[in-house]
């Protein structure tokens, strides 16, 4: 089993769609969450963190779940420009700051 | 401030040689990490430097090897390339404590290698 799991891609969503993404983790020594954002052929960039008390901002909204060990990524109002990979990314303080990433998630925003 | 530079950006080996990738960290950090991610996959983790040591390892073959400088740059090395190493591979620079806010850690832009 894979550490950090994400839902298969692509996602293919018209504009101004709402799309969740999902991803569980199996170490429940998992210490700080985060989502990724990564075009093609560039580095991943940071999209925002991911807190227990779940946070927002703008158009993204990001919620952890630690008892299910679960996070979860929700866009609203999809642009074009949200076209992108999302990875899920989950640091375990024990394996000094190693960065676990899921696969990634692929997604299309169509006109 | 120049955050984490790699280099080179393209390469192309055939297999059986060996390569060499470089990573200067943003200013201020003392850690590096390298990743390789191949592609349609995530980055995975290949290992960690701290004051010149590696400090952890992920699950990669002794072909790969690294190198931290007094100055916190780094370097990875791969001998013997196949062709299943072609992939992006990427540096990231961060402190050893980092917090948890995921705003201290900082990618490089990363290296495309192609072993044909």
């Known amino acids: 089993r894979k550490e950090v799991e994400q839902d298969p891609g692509p996602f293919n969503v018209p504009e101004g769609a709402t799309v969740a993404f999902n991803c569980t983790y199996s170490n429940s020594a998992s210490q700080s969450f985060f989502w990724y954002r990564q075009d093609c052929r560039k580095e991943p960039k940071l999209l925002m963190s991911?807190?227990?008390s779940g946070n927002e901002d703008g158009r993204f909204t990001a919620q952890l779940n630690r008892a299910s060990q679960y996070i979860s990524l929700l866009i609203r109002d999809s642009k074009l420009s949200d076209s992108a990979t999302y990875l899920c990314?989950?640091?375990?303080?024990?394996?000094?700051?190693?960065?676990?990433f899921g696969q990634g998630t692929e997604l299309s925003v169509k006109p | 401030d120049a955050g984490v530079t790699q280099s080179p950006t393209h390469l192309i080996k055939t297999r059986g040689q060996q390569v060499t990738l470089r990573c200067s960290p943003k200013?201020?950090?003392?850690?590096v990490s390298w990743y390789q991610q191949a592609l349609g996959q995530g980055p995975q983790f290949i290992f960690q430097?701290?004051?010149?040591?590696?400090?952890q390892r992920g699950n990669f073959p002794d072909r790969f090897s690294g190198h931290q400088f007094p100055n916190y740059s780094s370097e990875l090395n791969v001998n013997a390339l196949l062709l299943g190493d072609s992939a992006l591979y990427l540096c990231v620079s961060s402190l050893l404590d980092m917090d948890s806010s995921g705003n201290t850690i900082y990618f490089g832009e990363g290296s495309w290698l192609t072993v044909v």
């Open positions: 430097y701290y004051e010149e040591e590696e400090r």
């Open positions: 991911v807190y227990s």
């Open positions: 200013s201020g950090h003392d850690t």
């Open positions: 990314v989950v640091n375990v303080y024990n394996q000094g700051g190693k960065l676990i």
